[in-house]
């Protein structure tokens, strides 16, 4: 029940991410790329602040520092970019499509196998977000953007596997937004178009960085020694289902008869990605 617990908190602080960053960038209160470096900044003082109050230090060998630092920008930056020009139904199926196929990818490579159960689960779950999120009009894909939000993708899941192997969860996040803060700053320079900043945007990106990040990314290394790499990567997909009722609930967004469907049908892909293992050994037995 704890671990369910505390997956349940990781999944809303990453909802709630979406809703902050939604909050403060589509109602002109900062920029993208801008919002995606205080916010790793904002990550980057809590997390160390909490290791000095613990009498821990930051400490974590230079090459897991480097990948979890490089694997957190690749995400931020293609994140940040991609949603410039990407619809943001579309953008969800992109980046959490990918995390998927590379986690499952990756878990099969290590000797994890992936029953025909979990495999069914996992498309159902992304195929009835295919549904919630899918855009009504016209679709239209950049394929710039796309393949940014891709390579975001390709981030999350890199940032995600490593974290399975860490000792301190919040020491290795520390380092890893200090790391990440520092190689954002030549992207924000270089792609930047307009810097925009205010105290509402600047007080939405830290509670971003300092709260639902800092504190939900530390928790995501957590628990994800405790599930395996298919469970990892289909849960995520109830992220932007949850992201869409944090509008309903807080930002006065319509709910329909198509999100209610769309949740149930994420919430039964998930279940069978957990629970087919387990049928399958009481079948054998």
């Given at each position: ?14 909802a709630?991410n979406?809703?902050?960053?939604r909050?403060a ?8 790329l801008?919002?995606g ?5 904002a ?18 060998p ?9 694997a957190?920008?690749?995400y931020?930056?293609g ?8 619809d ?7 980046l ?9 990818g990756?878990?099969a ?5 992936v029953g025909a159960?979990?495999?069914a689960?996992a ?19 950049p ?10 993708g390709?981030g ?12 301190d969860?919040?020491a290795?996040?520390?380092?890893n937004?200090?790391w990440?803060t520092g ?7 270089l ?9 509402p945007?600047i007080a ?13 990314y ?16 289909t ?8 992201a869409?009722l ?5 930002l006065?967004?319509?709910l ?21 293992p ?8």
């Amino acid at each position: 029940m704890q671990l369910i617990f505390l997956v349940l908190l990781v999944l809303i602080a990453f909802a709630a991410n979406s809703v902050l960053g939604r909050m403060a960038i589509s109602w002109g209160y900062m920029d993208a790329l801008g919002f995606g470096l205080l916010r790793l900044a904002a990550g980057a003082v809590m997390l160390s602040g909490l290791c000095l109050l613990r009498g821990h230090g930051l400490r974590q060998p230079l090459w897991a520092s480097l990948r979890g630092g490089a694997a957190l920008t690749l995400y931020m930056i293609g994140f940040c970019l991609a949603y410039q020009g990407l619809d943001a139904g579309l953008g969800a199926l992109v980046l959490f499509g990918v995390v998927q196929i590379a986690m499952f990818g990756w878990g099969a490579l290590r000797g994890n196998r992936v029953g025909a159960g979990q495999l069914a689960g996992a498309g159902l779950a992304f195929i009835a977000l295919a549904y919630v999120v899918w855009p009504d009009q016209k679709l239209q894909v950049p394929l710039w953007e796309a393949g940014l939000m891709a390579l975001s993708g390709l981030g999350w899941a890199a940032y995600s596997l490593l974290g399975r192997g860490v000792r301190d969860p919040i020491a290795a996040s520390a380092v890893n937004f200090l790391w990440a803060t520092g190689l954002m700053l030549p992207f924000v320079w270089l792609f930047q178009v307009e810097a925009v900043i205010s105290a509402p945007g600047i007080a939405l990106a830290v509670l971003s960085g300092a709260v639902t990040s800092g504190l939900g990314y530390a928790l995501w290394y957590r628990v994800l020694p405790q599930l395996q790499p298919a469970v990892a990567a289909t849960i995520q997909l109830s992220v932007p289902v949850i992201a869409i009722l944090g509008g309903v609930i807080w930002l006065s967004e319509p709910l329909g008869l198509r999100l209610v469907l769309g949740t149930l049908g994420v919430l039964a892909g998930i279940a069978l990605v957990i629970w087919a293992p387990r049928l399958a050994s009481f079948k054998r037995a």
